[in-house]
T-cell receptor
Framework: ETGVTQSPTHLIKTRGQQVTLRCSSQ?????VSWYQQALGQGPQFIFQ???????GRGNFPPRFSGLQFPNYSSELNVNALELDDSALYLC??????????FGPGTRLTVT | AQTVTQSQPEMSVQEAETVTLSCTYD???????LFWYKQPPSRQMILVIR??????QNATENRFSVNFQKAAKSFSLKISDSQLGDAAMYFC????????????FGKGTKLTVNP
């Protein structure tokens, strides 16, 4: 059974640029959630996708957007990057109404 | 809004000893789920244990057990026979549903295990 994978592992972007992060869910899981973890903090919920539809959103601006594909993999897009967007971005997959399993994360640095 | 508080930024324990990490939460819901996740330096968040609020019996997973006090909104994690591999950040988390709804995390407790 393949676990949750994320790509890239880390990347560096310049303020104002756009970035796309990718997540492959665990086999059989139909729900994907994204979290932002700033240094020294707990993860903060960005949004969740269930069967390709957004199924809840945290307190993040519209420049954070996402997609879920028919194979349940997902993308997180961030436009107009700001310095405060520097963080570890975590993807988690689950079956609906079951616990979430996390990927290894993507470390984003905005300079 | 639900909140999760971990009042111990750092804890340390001797190898083979027992340590308890504290967590309190605030919610107006009667049905919910609580979790402890472990995040080692590799960054991957690993589920340690899960507790359903409607169950009075405390969850256990091998050396890990919880003390769930619903009225006090307290959810502590006990690690017995601590091992070097237990060293990590530990996060307490709340979810209003089965766990697939958004997780609300505390700020974490850094656990050091001394040989």
């Amino acid at each position: 059974e393949t676990g949750v994978t994320q790509s890239p592992t880390h990347l560096i972007k310049t303020r104002g640029q756009q970035v796309t992060l990718r997540c492959s869910s665990q086999s059989g899981h139909n729900t994907v959630s994204w979290y932002q973890q700033a240094l020294g903090q707990g993860p903060q919920f960005i949004f969740q996708y269930y069967r390709e539809e957004e199924n809840g959103r945290g307190n993040f601006p519209p420049r954070f957007s996402g997609l879920q594909f028919p194979n349940y993999s997902s993308e997180l897009n961030v436009n107009a990057l700001e310095l405060d967007d520097s963080a570890l971005y975590l993807c988690a997959s689950s079956l609906y109404y079951r616990e979430q399993y996390f990927g290894p994360g993507t470390r984003l640095t905005v300079t | 809004a639900q909140t999760v508080t971990q009042s111990q930024p750092e804890m340390s324990v001797q190898e083979a000893e027992t340590v308890t990490l504290s967590c309190t939460y605030d919610t107006s819901e009667s049905d919910y789920y609580l979790f402890w996740y472990k995040q080692p330096p590799s960054r991957q968040m690993i589920l340690v244990i899960r507790q359903e609020a409607y169950k009075q019996q405390n969850a256990t997973e091998n050396r890990f057990s919880v003390n769930f006090q619903k009225a006090a909104k307290s959810f502590s994690l006990k690690i017995s026979d601590s091992q070097l591999g237990d060293a990590a950040m530990y996060f307490c988390a709340y979810s209003p549903q089965g766990g697939s709804e958004k997780l609300v995390f505390g700020k974490g407790t850094k656990l050091t295990v001394n040989p």
